[in-house]
C-alpha cells in the first residue's frame, strides 16, 4: 500500500491522483519510546532540554525500499549552542533503537542507514566543530566509519541549535539509487548507495524512524512531519486491520494440520505470517488462539487436537519474532461449530484457526 501523508490541504492538484494521496499524518501509525512524546497534531517531542535523556518515534509498518520513499519534515534542535547530541533518520529492519548519548539512538544498529544531524563534538569520534550531517552505517557512528564526510549543516557553519524549525528533507529513489538530504532547502547529501543488496544485504524490507538523545550536554530535540510518501508492506488490507485490532474474531478456515502438527498450506501459511506482522508492528496487543475441530471422531480426541493444532499455530509465530508471552491458546474442540457438521463445505469451515487480538492494559 502506498502512503502518502500531507499536512496542509493546500494543494495544487493535476489529474484524478492528488485527491487519493491527500490524508493527514496520523500520528497513531508510529511507535514512540522512551521519552519520545507526541506535541501537537503533526509534531514529535524526541527529548526534553534535560541530561541523559532519549528518545525515538518508529513508523509502524514495515516499508519496501524497492519503491521510492520522499519525506518533508521540520526539525527542532534546540535553542543552546554546544547543546547534544541531535537527532538520526533511520532505515532499519527491525523496531529497534540504539544506544544513546553520542550514539544518538543510532549506535549499534546493524544493519542500518542513518542520516545524522549532530550538534555536538565528540572529538573521539571526529566530530567537526560545526553543527554536521552525515550518512552512516550499521550504527558505527565515528565519522572514519561513514559513507560521507561529515557535512555542515549549513554552509555557513551557522549553528542550527538556534529555537527555530529548520526543514529537512529526505529522498531515496531506487532507480538512481540516490539517497537525498536537504536542510533548510539546500542540497546536503546526494549520494549514490547500494541500499537494498549491499546495505541490507537483499531485504528492501525496514522500517523508518527518529532518534534523538541528550548526554551530560542537552537539547530539545523535536521533529514534525509535513509529507511523507512510501510504499508500506501491509500485512492486511486497511479494514481487515482495523477490525483485527478492535479485538473482532479473525478466522483462518479448514487449516491443514501434518502428522506433526505442521501446517501444510502455502495460503495458510501466508495468513499466519501476516498475523505475524501485524504483531511484530503492534507490540501494545497480545492474540488468543482457539483450535476448532469438525464433530468426526472422539469429542475427547477433537478437544486435544485442537489443543495441539492451536499450539502449532503459536509456535510458528514464535518462529516468527512474536513473544511466546503474548500468546495464549485454547484448544475447543467441537464444542463451537460456526457451519453445520452435515456438509463437506460445513465441516471445512469448522475446522479453523480463530483469533483475537486484544490490547494490553497500559
Ligand atoms: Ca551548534
Ligand atoms: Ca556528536
Same mark, same amino acid.
Given at each position: 500500500?502506498?502512503?502518502?501523508?500531507?499536512?496542509?490541504?493546500?494543494?495544487?492538484?493535476?489529474?484524478?491522483?492528488?485527491?487519493?494521496?491527500?490524508?493527514?499524518?496520523?500520528?497513531?501509525?508510529?511507535?514512540?519510546?522512551?521519552?519520545?512524546?507526541?506535541?501537537?497534531?503533526?509534531?514529535?517531542?524526541?527529548?526534553?532540554?534535560?541530561?541523559?535523556?532519549?528518545?525515538?518515534?518508529?513508523?509502524?509498518?514495515?516499508?519496501?525500499?524497492?519503491?521510492?520513499?520522499?519525506?518533508?519534515?521540520?526539525?527542532?534542535?534546540?535553542?543552546?549552542?554546544?547543546? =547534544?547530541?541531535?537527532?538520526?533518520?533511520?532505515? %532499519?529492519?527491525?523496531?529497534?533503537?540504539?544506544?544513546?548519548?553520542?550514539?544518538?539512538?543510532?549506535?549499534?544498529?546493524?544493519?542500518?542507514?542513518?542520516?545524522?544531524?549532530?550538534?555536538?563534538?565528540? !572529538?573521539?569520534?571526529?566530530? #567537526? +566543530?560545526?553543527?554536521?550531517?552525515?550518512?552512516?552505517?550499521?550504527?558505527?557512528?565515528? %565519522? !572514519?566509519?561513514?559513507?560521507?564526510?561529515?557535512?555542515?549543516?549549513? $554552509?555557513?557553519?551557522?549553528? @542550527?541549535?538556534?529555537?527555530? =524549525? !529548520?526543514?529537512?528533507?529526505?529522498?531515496?529513489? #531506487? &532507480?538512481?539509487?540516490?539517497?537525498?538530504? &536537504?536542510?533548510?532547502?539546500? *542540497?546536503?547529501?546526494? &549520494?549514490?548507495?547500494?541500499?537494498?543488496?549491499?546495505?541490507?544485504?537483499?531485504? #528492501?524490507?525496514?522500517?523508518?524512524?527518529?532518534?534523538?538523545?541528550?548526554?551530560?550536554? %542537552?537539547?530539545? %530535540?523535536?521533529?514534525?512531519?509535513?509529507?511523507?510518501?512510501?510504499?508500506? @508492506? =501491509? *500485512? /492486511?488490507?486497511?479494514?481487515?486491520?482495523?477490525?483485527?485490532? $478492535? *479485538?473482532?474474531?479473525?478466522?483462518?478456515?479448514? @487449516?491443514? /494440520?501434518?502428522?506433526?502438527?505442521?501446517?501444510?498450506?502455502?495460503?495458510?501459511?501466508?495468513?499466519?505470517?501476516?498475523?505475524?506482522?501485524?504483531?511484530?508492528?503492534?507490540?501494545?496487543? +497480545?492474540?488468543?488462539?482457539?483450535?476448532?475441530?469438525?464433530?468426526?471422531?472422539?469429542?475427547?480426541?477433537?478437544?486435544?487436537? *485442537?489443543?495441539?493444532? =492451536?499450539?502449532?499455530?503459536?509456535?510458528?509465530?514464535?518462529?516468527?519474532?512474536?513473544?511466546?508471552?503474548?500468546?495464549?491458546?485454547?484448544?475447543?474442540?467441537?464444542?463451537?461449530?460456526?457451519? #453445520?457438521?452435515?456438509?463437506?463445505?460445513?465441516?471445512?469451515?469448522?475446522?479453523?484457526? &480463530?483469533?483475537?487480538?486484544?490490547?494490553?492494559?497500559?
Amino acid at each position: 500500500m502506498r502512503v502518502s501523508f500531507l499536512l496542509t490541504t493546500f494543494l495544487f492538484c493535476t489529474g484524478f491522483l492528488c485527491s487519493a494521496q491527500k490524508k493527514f499524518v496520523d500520528l497513531k501509525e508510529f511507535i514512540l519510546s522512551a521519552d519520545a512524546k507526541q506535541d501537537g497534531a503533526q509534531c514529535f517531542s524526541l527529548t526534553p532540554a534535560e541530561t541523559w535523556k532519549g528518545g525515538s518515534v518508529w513508523y509502524r509498518n514495515q516499508i519496501d525500499l524497492r519503491q521510492s520513499f520522499d519525506m518533508e519534515l521540520e526539525v527542532h534542535l534546540g535553542c543552546k549552542d554546544y547543546g =547534544a547530541d541531535g537527532i538520526v533518520f533511520i532505515f %532499519h529492519p527491525k523496531l529497534k533503537t540504539g544506544y544513546e548519548g553520542e550514539g544518538i539512538g543510532f549506535g549499534g544498529l546493524v544493519p542500518s542507514i542513518g542520516i545524522e544531524m549532530d550538534t555536538y563534538q565528540n !572529538h573521539h569520534l571526529n566530530d #567537526p +566543530s560545526y553543527d554536521h550531517v552525515a550518512l552512516m552505517r550499521d550504527g558505527r557512528i565515528n %565519522h !572514519h566509519a561513514g559513507i560521507t564526510e561529515p557535512i555542515p549543516l549549513k $554552509s555557513d557553519l551557522s549553528d @542550527v541549535e538556534d529555537c527555530k =524549525a !529548520h526543514k529537512v528533507r529526505v529522498q531515496w529513489n #531506487p &532507480q538512481t539509487k540516490i539517497l537525498n538530504f &536537504q536542510f533548510d532547502k539546500s *542540497s546536503r547529501i546526494s &549520494q549514490r548507495i547500494e541500499l537494498v543488496d549491499d546495505v541490507f544485504k537483499g531485504d #528492501p524490507i525496514v522500517y523508518w524512524g527518529f532518534t534523538a538523545a541528550t548526554g551530560g550536554e %542537552h537539547n530539545r %530535540h523535536r521533529v514534525c512531519i509535513e509529507k511523507t510518501d512510501f510504499l508500506e @508492506v =501491509a *500485512s /492486511f488490507d486497511y479494514d481487515t486491520k482495523q477490525e483485527l485490532l $478492535s *479485538s473482532k474474531k479473525y478466522i483462518i478456515e479448514d @487449516v491443514e /494440520f501434518g502428522l506433526k502438527n505442521e501446517i501444510l498450506n502455502a495460503d495458510d501459511i501466508k495468513e499466519l505470517d501476516n498475523l505475524a506482522k501485524l504483531m511484530n508492528s503492534y507490540p501494545e496487543y +497480545s492474540m488468543i488462539i482457539e483450535g476448532h475441530t469438525d464433530n468426526q471422531g472422539p469429542i475427547k480426541e477433537n478437544a486435544l487436537r *485442537s489443543q495441539e493444532q =492451536a499450539e502449532a499455530v503459536v509456535k510458528y509465530l514464535q518462529s516468527k519474532g512474536i513473544d511466546p508471552k503474548r500468546l495464549t491458546f485454547y484448544g475447543l474442540g467441537e464444542d463451537y461449530p460456526i457451519a #453445520p457438521n452435515e456438509s463437506k463445505e460445513g465441516r471445512a469451515k469448522n475446522r479453523r484457526i &480463530q483469533v483475537f487480538m486484544q490490547k494490553n492494559r497500559a
